[in-house]
């Protein structure tokens, strides 16, 4: 079946990536992420990845902790290249080449990011792997898929996470949460709902950038997107 979408933004989390180990990487469900995103590439779809950094270090938690907020940032940043590394890996394990682009200067562990450079890299085949969040302070990797999916000019971001949609509660502490199949952005913000951040949300919806959340730890769930079928939630 003919790709929905022939472009994406695949957001990442970097805590799913962690398994059950409760810190750091997880080799099988990293190895999971690679073969899914393989067989997406074989389809021909244009694939940019952001992958959070939870599961080594996160900024906030650290500015909670006493870190200061800049450095702490700064460290979740470093965090998500580690997780690209990790991925890139495991994706040229699977034949699928990757290349890792930096969003702060980090040569040779990966190249400078620019939108040409993504766009060049994904238009030849390969994954483009986006790290080190917007390269700044104060701002989630969120935002950094928001703003990269608009740079490279996807067609839709894919937000893979732990649950497979959104509901309108937590559906791990309230069991009588349901599942939307389709949100408007309004409806986001006037339930008070929280899938992203406020600026990663406001950016999509100014650019009309479409968001599917859905459960990408259930192998084969991200070809499912891609081919249309109605699993997770769709923003728009």
Known sequence: MKP????????LSGESLMGHQGYGIDSERLAAYARQINELAKSGVQIGIVIGGG???????????GFDRVKGDQMGMLATVIN???LASALETEGCPARVLT?????PIGEPYSPARAIETIENGKIAIIAGGTGNPFFTTDTASALRAVEIKAQVMLKGTRVDGIYTADPEKDPLATKFDRISYDEIYNRGLKI???TATTLCRENGMKIVVFDMDTPGNLAKVLQ?????TLVY
């Open 4 to 11: 929905v979408y022939n472009r994406i933004l695949l957001k």
């Open 84 to 86: 690209s590394l990790a």
């Open 103 to 107: 969003a702060v200067g980090m040569f």
């Open 196 to 198: 992203m951040d406020l």
């Open 228 to 232: 249309g079928e109605n699993i997770g």
């Open 55 to 65: 599961n080594i270090f996160r900024g906030l938690s650290g500015a909670a902790k």
